[in-house]
């Protein structure tokens, strides 16, 4: 019999908050909103924008007293997974129908706590949105509850995924009832996927440069190198170095400054977002033009009882039939082109689901290799999907 999902332990909430998330959404962020969490009663699901571990914790903070489940990836829940699930934490293999977890999402609801939902499935590249799938639009249909949508301005400024330390900055949490109960139940998937897709727009170097926000850290570029990787210069691949608020490539010299509202002086873009964007331009063009390859060293973990085990070393290699894992005892992985439409993945390690198992792969070369197979997976996906 599978066993019902723990419902958020009220006391370790309470715990959490008056030794910890009071004191960090006050000093460290600064959180305000319009306070619409208290006209809302449960149960609801709420979907909310990732930037950081600042949108987490001011999203308890803001829904208090009521306690919430929240979905996550059971990557994020390996260290102190007993008292993590005590907080209300429904686990999911990230990118694929877990069918078990949609039981666990109707049990919460049916005992009127919301569940808080992340739809763009990890974390923000850029302070801007991930991919929204319109599956998420259905999984609201398929419950007939309130939709409510929280968006977070300025929490990947906070601490970009990236970014060494935090700053300190004031985000601000934009709180909306997307669609009450009978919107939901009468309403289109369409639609209801539009308000969610246009409640959740942000850029944060946007609402840096709106609101004047100073953000001028000695580590202020510190760890960016492996989101921008590509020298819009020369084209030069993993050649980028960060020193305080300077960008060089090691390729053809040429440096850029961020001032400190965030804005880009000396080089082809003006922000972070637009040299993302168009390294993600020049991707697709290699991609149609036949030109692309990705072929990169990697040491494997697998996770095992809650810890990760050396799993040896291992090559992943992307093309237009899809990611493929390569590990040194001979073992394969084999991800066709549409299994996944993005990729979970940070400074240093990818992390690819498998039935029966999570693996991570540690890069051994190349800093800013797994943002280049996030982006190459993100769009041999919109091709399979005729975009």
Not at 60 to 86: R, Y
Not at 343 to 365: G, I, W
Request: hydrophobic share 40%; glycine share 6%.
């Amino acid at each position: 019999m599978r066993k019902k999902p723990v419902l958020a332990n009220r006391l370790l909430i309470e715990g959490a908050l008056t030794f910890y998330g009071n004191r960090y959404v006050k000093k460290k962020i600064n959180l305000f909103s319009d306070g619409e969490f208290s006209r809302i009663q449960p149960p609801y699901i709420v979907l909310a924008n990732h930037c950081s571990f600042a949108d987490v914790a001011g999203l308890i903070k803001l829904m208090h007293p009521v306690c919430a489940n929240f979905v996550a990836s059971e990557t994020q829940i390996v260290q102190w997974p007993k008292l993590i699930m005590q907080m209300g934490i429904l686990p999911k293999k990230q990118f694929t129908v877990d069918m078990s977890l949609l039981s666990s999402i109707k049990y919460c609801l049916q005992n009127k706590r919301p569940v808080v939902i992340y739809p763009e499935a990890k974390l923000s590249v850029t302070g801007t949105p991930n991919m929204i799938k319109p599956s998420v639009a259905k999984l609201v249909k398929m419950f007939k509850v309130p939709l409510v949508t929280v968006c977070f301005h300025g929490s990947y400024l906070h601490r970009p995924r990236w970014a060494k330390s935090s700053r300190y900055v004031p985000v601000m949490a934009e709180i909306k009832v997307a669609a009450d109960e009978e919107e939901v139940k009468t309403l289109s998937v369409q639609e209801i996927y539009r308000r969610i897709v246009q409640n959740l727009q942000y850029d944060d170097y946007a609402y840096q440069r709106r609101n004047q926000i100073k953000i001028f850290p000695p580590d202020l570029l510190d760890g960016i190198q492996n989101v921008l990787y590509k020298c819009p210069c020369c084209g030069a691949e993993f050649r980028i170095s960060a020193q305080w608020n300077k960008l060089s490539c090691k390729a053809c010299g040429e440096t850029v400054h961020m001032d400190e509202y965030g804005v880009l002086h000396g080089g082809k873009f003006c922000s972070v977002t637009t040299w993302y964007e168009w390294q993600k331009k020049q991707l697709r063009r290699e991609i149609e033009e036949g030109k692309f390859c990705y072929d990169h060293a990697f040491a494997a973990q697998k996770l095992v009882k809650g810890k990760y085990r050396d799993a040896g070393a291992a090559r992943i290699k992307q093309d237009g039939a899809g990611t493929h894992v390569l590990f040194e005892s001979g073992e394969r992985l084999e991800y066709p082109v549409g299994t996944f439409y993005t990729l979970s993945f940070n400074n240093d390690y990818v992390f690819l689901p498998t039935a029966e198992a999570v693996y991570r792969f540690k890069r051994v070369d190349s800093v800013g290799c797994t943002t280049k197979l996030n982006i190459a997976i993100e769009q041999y996906a919109l091709i399979a999907e005729g975009h």
